[in-house]
């Protein structure tokens, strides 16, 4: 097993660190940036359904939700179809309302989920055409589908998943970049500064993991608090969500997700000095309504861990610590942004002596109800 880690201490940490190379691998052979051509066989044949869809439906568990979230936002800015993103436990159980032209798109690590499986046959049944992006090749959901892409990942052994959430995006991005392209809701020189951009960004997640030190440190401040809030806005606000997750997960420290805006219509509440909350405050993304959430914060003195754009002075001069992540273009600031909130859940559970790989109650894939 000690070999099978590569040298790290935990699965968790070695796949976070896979995280470059994880995500190159998922566009390597279906993104041409000097031709501007994105090549994804699950795609290019199912070309006129999935433009002619008059809605997605999203369905997926637990952080494969969360980059359904994300992709909800990716979607409707750049392809202009409506999105809803459904956990499958709920889909499948409340009769939903599906068309002829829905698109499904069911998202899977593990390809076994017996909820999203479920939700899965009950879409066909109905008639919509269900597209899946899942990591294990050959996997229950990837057979049940009528289409669909790998994310290419390669294993994932900690029960918390990392590379899975940002090679789902990955996909995901791609899915919505070849669509835009043909439907036309984005400019060609837009699609061909995305596709580089979306090529840059492993060298970002790179750069990102240098603050790994420095968040220890910060790790070390707080992992003895008993509750955490994490908050961002638009593309950012799946990512609160799913560093929230990561944190209960590992470290079974309390952790809620919200949205940056909402936190005046309850978590507010629960904002003193014994409070982290970990603030998404990218430069693009809402950027001044989420310093003044910030403000809120501090003006009730809770404990502000920013997560800001390299040279960032604005949420220095007000947060307790900030970490920093290169720029990119805003819908793929997730890519870059869950990177410091992985690497902070891994560090407290450590400090705290959790079993990070395997934490108590929970299962890498869920084959039960
Ligand atoms: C379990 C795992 C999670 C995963 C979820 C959905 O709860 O512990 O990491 O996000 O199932 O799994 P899936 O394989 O369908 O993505």
């Not at 899946?132 to 057979?143: A, E, F, T, W």
């Not at 030190?213 to 401040?221: G, M, N, P, R």
């Not at 993304?285 to 390299?310: A, M, P």
Request: hydrophobic fraction near 40%; aromatic fraction near 8%; proline fraction near 4%.
């Amino acid at each position: 097993e000690q070999i099978e880690k590569g040298g790290y201490d935990h699965f968790m940490l070695k796949e976070i660190y896979e995280q470059p190379n994880a995500i190159s691998d998922t566009y390597r052979g279906r993104m041409r940036v000097a031709e501007g051509i994105i090549k994804m066989a699950g795609i290019d044949d199912n070309l006129a359904k999935l433009l002619n869809a008059k809605r997605i439906l999203i369905i997926a568990c637990g952080t494969s939700w969360h980059a359904g979230l994300v992709a909800e936002y990716i979607f409707e800015e750049l392809v202009r179809i409506p999105v809803e993103v459904e956990y499958a436990s709920e889909f499948r159980y409340r009769n939903p309302v599906i068309h002829q032209d829905d698109v499904v798109i069911a998202i899977s690590q593990s390809g076994e989920t017996a909820d999203t499986m479920a939700a899965i046959k009950l879409a066909k049944e109905r008639g919509a055409f269900v597209f899946g992006v899942c990591n294990v090749v050959g996997s229950s959901i990837s057979r049940e589908t009528h289409a669909g892409a790998y994310t290419h990942a390669g294993p994932e052994i900690g029960v918390a998943s990392t590379k899975a959430f940002t090679t789902q995006i990955t996909v995901l991005s791609l899915i919505a970049l070849k669509l835009a392209e043909r439907k036309g809701t984005i400019s060609n020189s837009d699609f061909h500064y995305y596709l580089q951009e979306l090529e840059r960004i492993p060298e970002k997640v790179k750069l990102a993991l240098e603050s790994n030190e420095h968040i220890k440190l910060i790790a070390d401040t707080y992992k003895d608090a008993k509750n955490f809030l994490y908050l961002g806005r638009g593309y950012n606000f799946p990512v609160a969500l799913e560093g929230a997750l990561k944190l209960k997960e590992i470290s079974y420290i309390h952790a809620e997700g919200y949205p940056a805006a909402e936190m005046k219509h309850g978590p507010i509440a629960l904002i003193d000095e014994q409070m982290p909350v970990v603030v998404i405050a990218t430069k693009k993304g809402h950027y001044d309504k989420v310093v003044s959430n910030i403000q809120e914060i501090k003006s009730r003195k809770g404990k502000i861990i920013g997560i800001v754009t390299e040279g960032d002075e604005t949420v220095k001069g007000l947060a307790d610590h900030v970490i920093e992540i290169p720029e990119t273009i805003e819908f793929l600031t997730p890519l870059l942004t869950t990177i410091p909130l992985q690497l902070l859940s891994y560090h407290i559970a450590v400090m705290l002596d959790k079993n990070v790989d395997q934490p108590r109650n929970l299962a890498k894939s869920v084959t039960v109800e």
